[in-house]
């Protein structure tokens, strides 16, 4: 058996689709899918934050961390002047 390494893929024994045939290595590719979907409706201004756990390793000996990623997109400087009007 050897060590769980950061960044390699766990794949499934028996997974649902081939485009779900791993275990999660990253919350990044979710977080860019969010971000995106948001930015598709015209929603220009997203703050997202996502916990979740993250999976490295082999299928023999399967490494699991709780991962915190966070995206944001849009006009801050839009935000911040409205809220300065706002308390006027």
Not at 75 to 81: F, K, N
């Amino acid at each position: 058996m050897t060590a769980p390494q950061p960044g390699v893929s766990v794949p499934l024994g028996n997974p649902l689709s081939e485009e779900a045939g791993v275990l999660r290595p990253s919350l990044v590719p979710g977080m860019l899918a969010m971000i995106a979907g948001n930015l598709n409706r015209d929603v220009n201004d997203v703050r997202l934050f996502e916990l979740g756990t993250v999976f490295s390793g082999s299928t023999e000996k399967v490494d699991e961390r709780p991962s915190l990623s966070f995206g944001a997109v849009g006009s801050l400087a839009e935000q911040i002047r409205a809220a300065r009007h706002a308390g006027d």
